[in-house]
């Protein structure tokens, strides 16, 4: 059965959990036993977060959800490669989530890495030069528009993964041209926890 909430409730229930976690009065849903028990057979979760595989970026705690209530991509830089999308393909067709959030965060040392490249003309070795390779159109943007600091480039990387999430995902633009789901970057504040909305595409506003 997929989830029945719309892009906007469902955002609804991240942003509140947000602001428990900010304030410390976090509800800790969905970790009992009984509740665990219920997941055995199928999932319904309400959201994708792909995210930065920072540690200090976990998503269930920092939006204070528990088990089954999001379904969690994580890589360094939150950068596409065909894993991810074959990952967001199998949410949106299977569970039939109606939200994307795209989660970055401030003092990413992916970004840091990609900038330190453009500023160097050096590339790290190894593999994370693929890493910082699938960054850089972020940074050149970033760039286009002034915005040369990290924090600023986060943001900007933030928004571009939104619309590239959309536009190498068939399955994402059709969900999305269809209005029944809706990608929204969002930016996380290491030092006090609360989140900053960015781009969004389909119905669903901060």
């Known amino acids: ?5 719309t892009p906007q409730q469902a955002w609804g229930l991240l942003q509140a959990g947000n602001e428990r976690f900010v304030s410390g009065a976090v509800d ?29 970026l976990a998503a269930e705690i920092i939006f204070d959800v528990g088990l089954g209530d999001v379904f969690v991509i994580r ?8 894993a991810v999308l074959g990952s967001l393909q199998f949410a949106i067709e299977e569970t039939a989530v109606p939200l994307i959030i795209i989660l970055g965060h401030d003092n990413c040392g992916a970004v840091t890495a990609a900038v330190d490249a453009m500023e160097t003309a050096e590339m790290p070795k190894s593999f994370m030069r693929s890493l910082v390779e699938r960054i850089m159109p972020s940074v050149m943007a970033a760039r286009a528009q002034g915005v040369t600091d990290v924090n600023g480039t986060v943001k900007e990387h933030t928004d571009q993964m939104v619309h590239r999430v ?14 029944k789901a809706a990608v929204m970057a969002v930016t996380y504040s290491l030092s006090d926890g609360s989140v900053q909305i960015g781009d969004t595409l389909g119905p669903v506003e901060a």
């Open 1 to 5: 059965m997929p989830s029945t909430l």
């Open 28 to 56: 800790h849903p969905h970790q009992d036993a009984g509740w665990r028990r219920s997941l055995e057979e199928s999932q319904h979760p309400h959201a994708v977060i792909f995210g930065c595989a920072d540690s200090r």
């Open 75 to 82: 890589t360094a830089g939150q950068v596409i490669d065909d």
């Open 166 to 179: 959309v536009d190498t995902s068939q399955a994402v633009a059709t969900a999305v041209a269809e209005g």
